[in-house]
């Protein structure tokens, strides 16, 4: 079956440090991607998202880098900050949806660790 | 403020008991959604609904029921049928045209 994978369960970074967080997606056919951070014990928020026909989008702090030639996705966070520690999940949007719903499909998440 | 709200933050069930978690959204979204998320591993889709009155199963439906009888509200509730209810579940909802998910806070459940 199709499936969004993360490279590496675990991740830490000194303070003020660039991370990069990397996850492989397998199905072709996905057109949009978006990158979640959940605190422990909360809600999923949405970072950043970015359509198949992009390779690269940029917000404050965090860039997705988008590669569909090898199905990778990576999300950098500049001068990491203690904040940032989060599990953070990709997602990708199940093709042949249609209606209003838009079915998601999840990683299994990196838990990042800002280290002081 | 807009948002969703999920009800409780944590619930506790006993063996053979049904329980139902509460999700309301007032941002006026079309489609609902409930995820299951278990320690260590990402969220994996039980139901959604695209409008009042119409729900469909996701990829993990056995064991669980809805209802949506209002644009506001999807209900989950959690049957004695479901043998491994102990879990982090999410609601989010979305609008049309946003393929991008608002959550809730999340309910753990527990079963004693």
């Known amino acids: 079956g199709e499936s969004v994978g993360l490279h590496l369960p675990t991740l830490s970074v000194q303070e003020g440090d660039n991370s990069i967080i990397n996850c492989a997606y397998s199905?072709?056919?996905?057109?949009?991607f978006i990158w979640y951070k959940q605190e422990s014990g909360k809600g999923p928020q949405f970072i950043i998202d970015?359509?198949?026909?992009?390779d690269k989008r940029q917000g404050q702090r965090v860039t997705v880098l988008l590669n569909k030639t090898v199905k990778h996705l990576s999300l950098q966070i500049a001068a990491t900050q203690p904040g940032d520690s989060a599990v953070y999940f990709c997602?990708?949007?199940?093709?042949?949806?249609?209606?209003?719903?838009?079915?998601?499909?999840f990683g299994s998440g990196t838990q990042l660790t800002v280290l002081p | 403020d807009g948002g969703i709200t999920q009800s409780p933050k944590y619930l506790f069930r006993k063996e053979g008991q049904n329980v139902t978690l509460s999700c309301e959204q007032n941002?006026?979204?079309?489609?609902m959604y409930w995820y299951r998320q278990d320690p260590g591993q990402g969220l994996r889709l039980i139901y959604y609904?695209?409008?009042?009155?119409?729900?469909q199963k996701g990829d993990i439906a056995e064991g669980y029921s809805v209802s949506r009888e209002k644009k506001e509200s999807f209900p989950l509730t959690v049957t004695s049928a479901q043998k491994n209810p102990t879990a982090f579940y999410l609601c989010?909802?979305?609008?049309?045209?946003?393929?991008?998910?608002?959550f809730g806070s999340g309910t753990r459940l527990t079963v004693v």
């Open positions: 989010a909802s979305s609008t049309v045209g946003n393929y991008g998910y608002t």
């Open positions: 199905n072709s056919a996905s057109d949009y």
């Open positions: 970015i359509r198949s026909n992009m």
């Open positions: 997602a990708e949007n199940k093709g042949g949806t249609s209606g209003s719903a838009r079915q998601l499909t």
């Open positions: 941002l006026n979204h079309d489609a």
């Open positions: 609904s695209q409008i009042v009155n119409d729900f």
